[in-house]
């Protein structure tokens, strides 16, 4: 069973800073990783997938990185509405499993 | 609009069963792998289960294999989860969600598009 790690679970910044958000896995999962935004009463919004490509209509100051087993979420200039828990997500090779990592808290400095 | 619409959930006693429901609008649902995604209070969310655009291959997180069962009707635009043997652990949001991919087995794991979740209840 692969488990993610995410780091830190609370990153503390004000608008307009950079947001550096980690998530490591036990064992390499090639670029199969996903990240989410979830806000409070709201279901979990796709972000990235594989690895480093961005959903449809997700702003250019979102970007993913890594492979094997360390992976980056950046958020380049933090706007107000990017406070949030952010979420990785890994898919094991075979069979298919979907894991999700426990989260790092962006809030507001 | 894209939409995906639960229902189903409910309070229920642990041992029995449940099945929730999901009416999807606003895209070729059988163009796209489906899945089921819970989310348990003040938790992360946890995938539960995921099913082929046409149910050829089908995969379940081990918490719930043997109890749950994932399927699609494509004529209806449905998707629904029978959940047997309920414990007070599946105490939980349960999303239904939209796949960028056709195929669960190759998903890379993008869950582009997500209901608004029902909320299941197991206690006695």
């Known amino acids: 069973e692969i488990v993610l790690t995410q780091s830190p679970a609370t990153l503390s910044l004000s608008p307009g800073e950079r947001a550096t958000l980690s998530c490591r896995a036990s064992?390499?999962?090639?670029?199969?990783v996903a990240w989410y935004q979830q806000k409070p009463g709201q279901a979990p919004r796709l972000l990235i997938f594989?690895?480093?490509s961005r959903a449809t209509g997700i702003p250019a100051r979102f970007s993913g990185s890594g492979s094997g087993t360390d992976f980056t979420l950046t958020i380049s200039t933090l706007e107000p509405e990017d406070f949030a828990v952010y979420y990785c997500q890994q898919r094991s090779n075979w069979p298919p499993l979907f894991t999700f990592g426990p989260g790092t808290k962006v809030d507001i400095k | 609009e894209l939409q995906l619409v639960e229902s189903g959930g409910g309070f229920v006693q642990p041992g029995r069963s449940l099945r929730l429901s999901c009416a999807a609008s606003g895209f070729i649902f059988d163009d796209f792998a489906m899945h089921w995604v819970r989310q348990g209070p003040g938790k992360g969310p946890e995938w539960v289960s995921g099913i082929d655009w046409d149910s050829k291959n089908i995969g379940y997180a081990d918490s719930v294999k043997g109890r749950f069962t994932i399927f699609r009707d494509n004529a209806k635009n449905s998707l629904h989860l029978q959940m047997n043997s309920l414990r007070t652990e599946d105490t939980a949001f349960y999303y239904c969600v939209k796949d960028i991919s056709p195929e669960y087995s190759t998903s890379l794991g993008a869950f582009d598009i997500w209901g608004q979740g029902t909320m299941v209840t197991v206690s006695s």
């Open positions: 594989d690895a480093s």
């Open positions: 064992q390499s999962v090639s670029t199969s």
